[in-house]
């Protein structure tokens, strides 16, 4: 299965997500859900650590509480993560950092900002002509995925058939 949703941190607040023990699917969700989506710093003791984009700190502890797992599996499972190389472990006498290695994969910055504040105005404005009169064809090749491609070019005939029989009417 190809593409991507994005997921409210939300999702963990309702009765669904409360139900334990976690499955493995559902805890990979849960440390996407956990890390942080922009750089932050923290204060841990004493100590001010900056938290990067992807990462978080917690412990095996909370996240034996939050999953309803014993230690042992959650640590079995973190290795396997970090043996797939989906994340990153360094743990010390403090804390775990936990750092997703595809983070902007999962969370990316640019397709998931939020509608512009006139979005609902702008989709109930009447829509000018938007035929392509007056575009000019240019020999522009973007590479992109196979799949994506036949999709588009399915998608191209679609529209020419439709348009043409709609010329004909």
């Known amino acids: 299965m190809d593409g991507w949703v994005s997921i409210y941190r939300e999702l963990t607040e309702g009765w669904l997500w409360e139900d334990k023990p976690f499955s493995k699917g559902?805890?990979?969700?849960?440390?996407?859900?956990?890390?942080?989506?922009?750089?932050?710093?923290i204060s841990l003791g004493n100590e001010i650590i900056l938290v990067k984009r992807g990462s978080f700190i917690t412990s095996e502890l909370k996240l034996m509480e939050r999953w309803g797992w014993s230690k042992t599996k959650v640590r079995s499972f973190l290795n396997q993560l970090q043996n797939d190389e989906k994340i990153v472990k360094k743990t010390d006498r403090k804390k775990t950092t936990i750092t997703l290695v595809n983070y902007g994969l999962y969370?990316?910055?640019?397709t998931n900002k939020e509608p512009k504040k006139d979005h609902k105005k702008t989709s109930e404005r009447p829509r000018k002509d938007t035929t392509n009169k007056g575009i000019i064809e240019s020999n522009i090749h973007i590479s992109m995925d196979p799949q994506f491609q036949n999709f588009i070019e399915k998608k191209r005939?679609?529209?020419?058939?439709?348009?043409?029989?709609?010329n004909e009417t």
Do not use: G, P
Request: cysteine-free.
């Open 26 to 41: 559902q805890a990979w969700i849960d440390l996407i859900i956990l890390a942080n989506y922009k750089d932050a710093k």
């Open 107 to 110: 969370q990316d910055i640019e």
């Open 157 to 166: 005939e679609l529209l020419s058939k439709t348009m043409r029989d709609e």
